[in-house]
């Protein structure tokens, strides 16, 4: 099964590559940053996003791993170390960007800060008015 697995692993992930017609390292960048969009708009959470498309290229280089080995080729750890840096970058940058960026907008753009409930404050002038005096 691992032989045929390898096969099939590097034939789909070529077939990619010839079809859109980008190199390996554009379609890393390309793939995570699409995934990333895609799992933010699921997730509405940008730290579970990238820890998710971390996931998905986890599982993408242990598949380039396994078709490296049964297919009797070297284990490149340094393309995979730059493959997981590629596909992280664009979404790292979203992640750390839009912290930034806010910062950066005019008043008038940014969101609202939340309300805060009334509080103990409230209750305690509440509580001081309707005293009798003594």
């Known amino acids: 099964m691992g032989a045929s697995f390898g096969g099939w ?14 190199s390996r390292d554009l379609l890393h960048l390309s793939i995570g ?7 933010l708009a699921v997730l ?7 820890f998710a498309v971390l996931a998905i290229e986890c599982i993408n280089e242990a598949g380039d791993l396994l ?12 393309d995979s170390a ?5 596909t992280l970058l664009v ?4 992640c750390t960007g839009g912290v ?8 008038a ?7 805060r409930r009334a509080g103990r404050r409230t209750g305690q002038r509440r509580a001081r008015a309707t005293a009798v005096p003594a």
């Open 82 to 86: 730059s493959d997981i840096a590629l």
């Open 100 to 107: 930034t960026l806010a910062a950066w907008l005019p008043a």
């Open 67 to 78: 078709a490296a080995v049964t297919l009797g080729g070297r284990i490149a750890w340094a």
């Open 9 to 22: 692993w590097v034939a789909h992930k070529d077939a990619l590559v010839a079809a859109l017609g980008l």
């Open 33 to 39: 940053a699409l995934a990333f969009v895609a799992l």
């Open 44 to 50: 509405r959470s940008r730290a579970v996003a990238w």
């Open 91 to 94: 979404p790292t940058i979203l």
């Open 109 to 115: 753009q940014r969101r609202p800060a939340r309300r």
